[in-house]
């Protein structure tokens, strides 16, 4: 049975930063691609960034240059680095792993 179990959302000011975790059990992580979505109020599911097992990663405009995607697959968990956040950001996150694998999100809250 695969478990994704998301950590690291939160309030954040504007301009914060936060380090949201995914940790996996039940599949091993290093041989899959993997990413993080977020959904906000009203709006469709997005793809915010993802990674493969190369690794290689790609990341939607929106967060280039301020989101980095990472993994360990000693840990067999994936991160998403959060720097300058906007309040355009708020949304719940969630891990994506390839297979069709969900975590269950975390809510990131940007406002002052």
């Known amino acids: 049975q695969v478990q994704l179990v998301e950590s690291g959302g939160g309030l954040v000011q504007p301009g914060g930063s936060l380090r949201l975790s995914c940790a996996a059990s039940?599949?091993?992580?290093?041989?899959?691609?993997m990413g993080w979505y977020r959904q906000a109020p009203g709006k469709q599911r997005e793809l915010v960034a993802v990674?493969?097992?190369?690794?290689?990663?790609n990341y939607a405009d929106s967060v280039k240059g301020r989101f980095t995607i990472s993994r360990s697959n000693a840990k067999n968990t994936v991160y998403l680095q959060m720097n300058s956040l906007k309040r355009e950001d708020t949304a719940v996150y969630y891990c994506?792993?390839?297979?069709?694998?969900w975590g269950q999100g975390t809510q990131v809250t940007v406002s002052s």
């Open positions: 990674i493969t097992s190369g690794p290689s990663t």
């Open positions: 039940g599949i091993i992580l290093s041989f899959n691609a």
């Open positions: 994506w792993v390839q297979g069709g694998y």
